[in-house]
């Protein structure tokens, strides 16, 4: 059966990924700043995560699904790190995330069977060098979806993908060429970096019905980083 979901950010990445999953199966409302990407039959809502008051009467009058896709790899020594910078990291990856939240809730509580995707890092599990500033913002997600989580069980449930890096364009600065991408593939036990498919095959996942028993978790999509050590 076709399930509304909407997503913030989709023109680009995981969440451009994502919409490419399941356009064709459901019906897509892309919350973001630009349109380009898109596929036709995607409704689209001009809107900027840190800046904007999501307008619900684009929406239909209940919500099955909610991805919130923003997020920002600022990755420095601590050191060089001012306290703007942390600030700026909490906004859009969490201080957004709630607003937007608390805008949908009352779309995704009324059929009493819904799913909201978060995302965070491998960062935040391991403890990585120069993320200290995003693994604090990916942190406060965790701990705040598993509350969520535990609130609203079992009405809607609430999960968290935590990848580790993946080739998109907001890891650009990272993976600008094949030697670094060789590179920091061969950090990952499966020894190649993450792809926005397979993030949005996760995610896809977990927004569909018939894999309605799992809430509350936080799962590493990370090419066995957070979890396996074959002593390299």
């Avoid at 399941?22 to 919350?31: E, K, P, R, S, T």
């Avoid at 099955?64 to 997020?71: R, S």
């Amino acid at each position: 059966m076709s399930k509304n979901i909407l997503l913030i950010g989709g023109s680009h990445g995981i969440g451009n990924a994502i919409v490419q999953h399941m356009h064709q199966d459901h019906n897509l409302f892309v919350a973001s700043r630009e349109n380009e990407n898109l596929p036709d039959n995607v409704t689209h809502i001009s809107f900027d995560a840190t800046t904007d008051e999501l307008d619900v009467s684009q929406l239909p009058e209940s919500l099955d699904g909610f991805v919130y896709c923003p997020g920002s790899i600022n990755l420095k020594p601590f050191k060089m790190l001012k306290q703007e910078h942390f600030e700026d990291d909490m906004n859009i990856n969490f201080f957004s995330l709630l607003k937007v939240t608390r805008t949908v809730l009352p779309l995704l509580t009324k059929d009493g069977n819904s799913s909201i995707v978060y995302f965070s890092t491998v960062a935040v599990g391991t403890g990585m060098p120069f993320h200290t500033s995003v693994a604090a913002a990916k942190g406060a997600i965790e701990g705040y979806a598993k509350a969520l989580a535990a609130e609203y069980a079992p009405t809607v449930r609430v999960n968290v993908v935590a990848p580790s890096l993946v080739d998109t364009p907001l890891a650009g600065r990272l993976l600008n060429n094949d030697a670094k991408k060789e590179k920091m593939g061969d950090l990952h036990p499966l020894k190649r970096v993450g792809t926005a498919d397979d993030i949005a095959s996760v995610t896809k996942f977990l927004l569909e019905q018939n894999n309605g028993w799992i809430t509350g978790q936080v799962i590493g999509v990370d090419g066995g980083k957070s979890t396996l050590n074959l002593g390299n």
